[in-house]
């Protein structure tokens, strides 16, 4: 059976597949083009450095009219992720628009004078790597006092040493979670 | 701000709108201001229709509006004069860096509503048809999908031109308000949003404002502003002098929500 958005959906695959932003992968399940599964590496020259983070995309009929429920598997700490692994990020909610595909989802473009051709930057590694950008696209909470994971933002502000090792835990886990 | 409509129905169900005298009934225990410009209004317009306020009402008056006055006149040469218009939306976006599989199917969809309203191909609709489509969700938002990227292609091709105004208003730049206000849907429309789709379609529209406003002297008016395109990108019916335009599209305004006016 195809939809408007299974067929939306395999475009995006093909255009992850030909044209595959650094640092993220992903692809459906195989008997289901709705469910994906996606893995984004943590970023160099940070904490999150060699981790390797499992997601999965879940999209419904509605897709790309409204956006995929993105939850990390691997278990994380993050002031921007909740204890089920979903994730608090403007463009996954109240600023979603179907301009994003899922390679935009991982991999957003930064916009700059004349248009969207500026440098990429993942979002979501982006998210791993820069909280202050969390607070910023936090639309969908903006209160920072009341993040996420609220443990995870106090020591991000008050104890950034203890902050970096639970991340280098996270990261160890993450080599073997299977 | 939700107003207005009956929940459920994006576009309301008559005809032909339905009389002024039911916006007169909503204001029938408020303000005085309102009503006596409710009854100004009926010198010069018969109907209203509603469109639901979900923050797309904007955009979706547009689309109702647009595509009824194409079915009831058959003015071929103006479908043929905005399709140039969409093919040229078509190459901005592109040449903004836009990914065309993320925005050709809006483009298509409202394509096939033009055609269907002209009489005489296998896929002709009536009005009843051109009501339901405004009423079915996955026809309706796509339509309105379809404005909203071409609205933030105009935006962003004329940068220069809506920085002061988008600044003034919002303290972003054009990019993040285009981000934040254009291209995500149930994001309210605003008058940067009206100049931008009346252009980037060669489009003119009438905004009437129904507020509380009032000037002392001389009785009550009802102001209104006539959003029109530089020339050479209106429809061929339209006479060029803008003093003397007269927009096929009216919309009422009241603070948070448009909906379609009809003329006498």
């Not at chain 2, 007169?24 to 010198?43: F, N, R, T, W």
């Not at chain 2, 969700?137 to 002061?164: A, L, N, W």
């Not at chain 2, 335009?245 to 948070?256: A, D, H, K, S, V």
């Amino acid at each position: 059976m195809s939809t408007p958005a299974r067929k939306r959906l395999m475009r995006d695959f093909k255009r992850l597949q030909q044209d595959p932003p650094a640092g993220i992968s992903g692809a459906p399940q195989d008997s289901n083009i709705m469910l994906w599964n996606a893995v984004i590496f943590g970023p160099d020259d940070t904490s999150w450095d060699g981790g390797t983070f499992k997601l999965t995309l879940q999209f419904s009929e509605d897709y790309p009219n409204k956006p995929p429920t993105v939850r990390f598997v691997s278990r994380m700490f993050h002031p921007n992720i909740y204890a089920d692994g979903s994730i608090c990020l403007d463009i996954l909610q109240n600023q979603w628009s179907p301009i994003y595909d899922v390679a935009a989802i991982l991999t957003s473009i930064q916009d700059n004078h004349g248009g969207c051709s500026g440098s990429d930057f993942q979002v979501l590694l982006r998210l791993l790597n820069d909280v202050d950008f969390c607070w910023n696209s936090l639309l969908c909470d903006p209160n920072p006092n009341s993040p996420a994971n609220s443990e995870a933002a106090r020591m991000f502000s008050e104890n950034k040493r203890e902050y970096n090792r639970r991340v280098r835990e996270i990261v160890e886990q993450s080599w073997t979670a299977d | 701000m939700q107003r207005g409509p009956t929940a459920g129905s994006m576009v309301s169900n008559h005809s032909r709108g339905e009389p002024l005298s039911t916006l007169a009934a909503e204001y029938q225990s408020g303000s005085p201001i309102l009503l006596e410009k409710i009854k100004v209004l009926g010198d010069k317009y018969a109907a209203i229709r509603r469109t639901r306020g979900d923050g797309n009402c904007f955009f979706r008056s547009f689309m109702f509006s647009y595509l009824e006055h194409i079915l009831e006149t058959q003015d071929r040469e103006e479908v043929d004069r905005i399709k140039i218009k969409v093919e040229e939306c078509r190459k901005t976006l592109q040449s903004l860096g836009y990914v065309d599989f993320t925005f050709e199917d809006f483009f298509a969809l409202f394509l096939e509503q033009l055609d269907d309203v002209l009489q005489g191909n296998e896929n002709s609709i009536s009005h009843e048809e051109l009501l339901n489509r405004s009423r079915d969700q996955s026809v309706s938002d796509y339509v309105v999908m379809f404005f909203r990227f071409v609205t933030t292609g105009e935006i962003r091709k004329r940068s220069p031109f809506f920085e002061p105004f988008i600044s003034g208003l919002t303290n972003t730049t054009v990019e993040q308000f285009c981000k934040s206000s254009v291209e995500p849907m149930g994001e309210e429309s605003d008058h940067m949003h009206i100049t931008a789709l009346s252009d980037a379609l060669g489009v003119p529209i009438r905004v009437v404002y129904l507020d509380r406003s009032s000037c002392e002297a001389g009785g009550v008016s009802v102001n209104h502003h006539n959003f029109v395109p530089a020339p050479g990108n209106l429809p061929s019916a339209t006479s060029v002098s803008s003093e003397s335009i007269n927009p096929f599209i009216t919309m009422l305004y009241r603070p948070g929500h448009y909906d379609i006016l009809y003329p006498k």
